[in-house]
């Protein structure tokens, strides 16, 4: 089964005030991928600038749309996408 794996990393210097509501928002559009069956997994990084999500049927192009309407995406230092097929 396909999968695609999105390494994102934030800006941390500066973060606006409403940065706590910010990830409130985030949160709440992540919980609603895993509701839909999209999303299969969510790390945090440890160093706390960013995240790993890892999606199931849905293509790059798809992620890519979906990751821009993160409410942390103007805070977005970089995203990273790799195409993944599971084996296990």
Not at 4 to 23: C, K, R, V
Not at 29 to 44: R, S
């Amino acid at each position: 089964m396909n999968r695609i794996q999105a390494i994102l990393t934030i800006h941390t210097e500066q973060l606006p005030d409403n940065f706590q509501e910010m990830i409130k928002h985030e949160q709440e559009v992540v919980a609603k991928w895993k509701e839909q069956g999209i999303l299969v997994h969510f790390f945090l990084r440890q160093t706390r600038n960013g995240a790993v999500f890892i999606f199931k049927d849905v293509d790059e192009s798809q992620v890519t749309k979906m990751m821009e309407t993160l409410p942390l995406y103007p805070l977005m230092k970089s995203i990273d996408y790799f195409p993944l097929i599971q084996q296990y």
